[in-house]
């Protein structure tokens, strides 16, 4: 797959070298970032082309600020991975069905500041391509990324390691009346059905996101930063504080 954009291309260079076939970069460009990443690029053994702006753009498209990469697809990672970490500093991002790879790119960028892993269901959701990869501008490559068949079982199994499990629906109760801090799975749902009925029935308790009446629902990716946010600040208040 292509990976363009100085981020994505930094992270992957840094993260996954020998998964670099080769780096692309315009001719002509003068740019001190598109200079550091290709000395970066030589530095890890990287074949490293200089190419016109037009085959630059047939690769990438345009918005890639002068460089690529030709990248071999990331590998996901083991669920045990998702679910490893220091006890009561783990959140899990659980997406149920999300297809939109724009959505799954920014809820990368979500997990990767918010220190959370991802992991996805294996039928009817957006896979770790390009589009994934340049909507996550290089959070890809910082998170762990797990995938499974069954959505229950999974639930479980996190359960049995430790974690409080809490999906996101309309009908649930209000976020800021639920402690959502210590080992969470978080789970949300597609971006037309919401979670599937024996996901909702898996999980511990059910929350919903407070908006004023008439406002509908937001976006999965922007539920998944409300989410994910409002667990980092419970588990970083200070102690004594409301959460």
């Avoid at 993260?15 to 598109?34: C, I, N, T, W, Y």
Wanted: glycine share 12%; proline share 3%; charged share 25%.
């Amino acid at each position: 797959m292509i990976v363009s954009g100085f981020h994505p291309v930094r992270e992957v260079l840094e993260r996954r070298p020998r998964s670099v076939e080769a780096l692309l970069v315009q001719r002509g460009r003068k740019d001190s970032r598109a200079a550091e990443i290709e000395e970066l690029a030589r530095g890890k053994g990287v074949s490293v082309r200089i190419v016109a702006k037009e085959e630059l753009d047939r690769a990438a498209g345009r918005a890639h600020n002068g460089v690529a990469a030709r990248v071999a697809e990331r590998e996901y990672d083991a669920v045990e991975e998702c679910l490893a970490g220091p006890k009561g500093s783990r959140c899990v991002l659980f997406l149920d069905e999300v297809t939109d790879p724009g959505n799954l790119g920014s809820v990368l960028r979500t997990a990767a500041a918010a220190g959370a892993s991802v992991v996805l269901t294996e039928r009817h959701s957006a896979g770790l391509n390009e589009t994934v990869a340049k909507a996550s501008a290089g959070a890809l490559e910082r998170v762990k990324v797990g995938r499974v068949v069954n959505a229950a079982r999974f639930i479980e199994g996190a359960k049995g390691a430790g974690f409080w499990v809490f999906g996101a629906a309309v009908e649930g109760e209000s976020l800021y009346s639920v402690d959502i801090s210590g080992d969470v799975v978080l789970c949300l749902g597609s971006e037309g059905a919401g979670l599937r009925r024996l996901t909702k029935e898996s999980c511990d308790r059910l929350i919903s996101i407070p908006m004023l009446p008439g406002a509908g629902s937001l976006n999965v990716a922007v539920a998944a930063g409300v989410l994910a946010f409002d667990w980092v600040r419970r588990r970083t208040a200070p102690e004594g504080n409301p959460a």
